[in-house]
């Protein structure tokens, strides 16, 4: 059945956030056959809502339909210190109560938050509005270093682009890996961006040419995780010292090169788990590990599950049952 989705537009909501969710839900299946998603946005409303910079957008849904959807996304909040209408707290906690998944994208946690829903769980918000957060809603645990929290039926993210990091992140949930890297190409993003938000965080651009070879290093370490990586290799393809190369790696993508390469393994081994009938034994040499005890202990740590479920699970049509949340939440060394 088509997968509804309704995204909330507030007066003064940010285009470009809004905008996301439509690219990658509102637009055709990236290939024929596909029970894809139907999208309807919706205002507290219906009828005209502005937007950032004097855009409008004229919607004929109000909140009934919002609260009906199968995944209700929540793209921001214009003013963070005014608590949601009343309206749109009844609303949130209906969809939520009948089992909707509920997303929320930049300051739009707020919104969750504001509903009550968030209590005792963990939620994302852009790092300049974690603090705020944390002082309105103190029983929210605000994790303010993720791109994104998968929490299961609440999944909320960082700051503006993040969002389109947690929309692939649901194609991928929904369709698998190979889809989300379609809709990734469409888009001309990377699928999915490693690290958490320290890599943002008050740090200018920089001009560099180290960091165009830390940057072409990734790249080919990305394109040969089947041969042995070792920090070692990747500090003389960028021409630095390990030392240097590690220090300079944490700067730029707020992660280690392990436990960057180790995600980069488990998530290659993500389509062929889905799209082949290799044994885990192959599927694991294929990305680079050693042995098949290791690929299951990395992908057991990350996805919270084995290889063999994960399949099981995806051959079944029961993708939204495997939690995918901690291989992109996870910032800790390994």
Not at 7 to 29: I, K, N, Q
Not at 62 to 80: C, H, K, S
Not at 115 to 127: K, N, P, V, Y
Request: charged share 20%.
């Amino acid at each position: 059945m088509t997968h509804h989705v309704a995204v909330l537009l507030f007066d003064d909501t940010s285009g470009f956030t809004a905008g996301m969710a439509a690219e990658v839900f509102g637009r055709p299946a990236p290939e024929p056959g596909l029970d894809w998603y139907e999208l309807s946005m919706c205002a507290q409303r219906p009828g005209v809502v502005t937007a950032l910079g004097g855009a409008r957008f004229d919607t004929p849904h109000g909140l009934d339909v919002f609260a009906a959807a199968d995944t209700v996304i929540v793209p921001g909040v214009p003013n963070m210190t005014d608590p949601p209408s009343p309206e749109v707290v009844t609303a949130v906690r209906q969809a939520h109560r009948r089992g909707a998944r509920v997303v929320s994208l930049c300051s739009g946690t707020f919104a969750l938050a504001g509903a009550g829903i968030l209590d005792g769980r963990r939620a994302a918000t852009h790092w300049a509005h974690a603090a705020e957060l944390r002082g309105r809603h103190p029983l929210v645990a605000v994790d303010s270093d993720v791109l994104y929290i998968d929490d299961g039926d609440i999944l909320t993210s960082a700051g503006q682009a993040a969002g389109l990091d947690l929309c692939l992140h649901l194609v991928r949930k929904d369709f698998g890996a190979a889809i989300a890297n379609r809709v990734a190409r469409r888009l001309v993003v990377q699928p999915h961006r490693e690290g958490g938000q320290a890599q943002f965080i008050e740090t200018p651009l920089s001009a560099d040419p180290e960091d165009d070879r830390l940057a072409a290093s990734m790249a080919w370490a990305a394109a040969n995780l089947d041969k042995p990586v070792t920090i070692t290799v990747l500090a003389e393809r960028a021409h630095m010292s390990p030392r240097h190369y590690q220090r300079n790696f944490a700067r730029s993508t707020g992660t280690s090169p392990i436990r960057w390469l180790i995600e980069q393994r488990v998530r290659a081994s993500l389509a062929l788990l889905e799209t082949t009938e290799s044994s885990i034994e192959q599927v694991s040499a294929a990305v680079g590990f050693d042995t098949s005890v290791t690929f299951r202990h990395h992908f057991a740590r990350l996805m919270r599950t084995s290889p063999s479920a994960y399949r099981r699970a995806f051959r079944g049509g029961a993708t939204a049952q495997v939690s995918l949340a901690a291989v992109f939440t996870v910032t800790g060394a390994c």
